[in-house]
């Protein structure tokens, strides 16, 4: 029997992202969209990983399921590594995508080219009754003046990968998986939750 493994996000654009990232796992993916009862969590910690491992706690506590959560944070340069933890409310408490853009805009009008610099970084965390495990990504950028593309969500039309030449938003979601904060610390997941059940599955089998 397949284990289910609940992803504890109602975000439905991070949730097609870390279900994309995640499906050759041979493990089935639930989501909160199979536990209505469970409302938003109250995220205060101090950092992302605290942040995701209250999330990631929480689902495995109320749903006596494996859970796995990720948190990301926005860090610009020029505003002293902020906003960080508070990268999704950054213009206040139930604001939109483009309400964040564009206060991120606003304060960083007068900012010059060289002091755009800024990072995105996500944290994933795994939660079951016997283990806990997290991973990390994180990509360099800048934060662009104006905002470019169509796709993504988020900061992604302003958030600039100067290698590529593009923001997030005008990159196609497979190629945004491969380079951004949240498809490396897929990545970087992996490897660690394949062994982990693996023999999770080989310690059952022989008992």
Do not use: Q, W
């Amino acid at each position: 029997m397949m284990m289910k493994v609940v992803i504890a996000t109602h975000n439905k654009d991070k949730l097609k992202e870390l279900k994309k990232g995640l499906s050759n796992l041979d493990i089935e993916l639930l989501d909160l969209s199979s536990f209505p009862d469970i409302g938003e969590i109250i995220e205060d910690g101090e950092t992302l990983k605290e942040n995701a491992f209250i999330k990631a706690r929480e689902v495995h506590k109320l749903t006596g399921l494996p859970a796995i959560a990720d948190d990301t944070g926005l860090e610009v340069d020029a505003l002293g590594g902020k906003p960080g933890v508070y990268t999704a409310r950054f213009a206040g408490e139930n604001c939109s995508y483009l309400d964040n853009v564009n206060k991120m805009l606003k304060v960083m009008k007068n900012i010059e080219d060289s002091n755009r610099s800024a990072i995105f970084k996500t944290i994933m965390a795994f939660v079951d009754d016997k283990t806990e495990l997290f991973s990390i990504g994180e990509v360099k950028g800048m934060i662009a003046s104006e905002k470019k593309g169509l796709g993504g969500f988020g900061y992604d039309s302003i958030f600039y990968v100067v290698n590529e030449g593009k923001t997030f938003a005008e990159m196609s979601i497979e190629k945004k998986n491969i380079i951004s904060h949240r498809g490396k610390a897929i990545k970087n997941f992996m490897p660690k939750l394949e062994s982990y059940f693996k023999t999770d599955k080989t310690t059952k089998e022989s008992a």
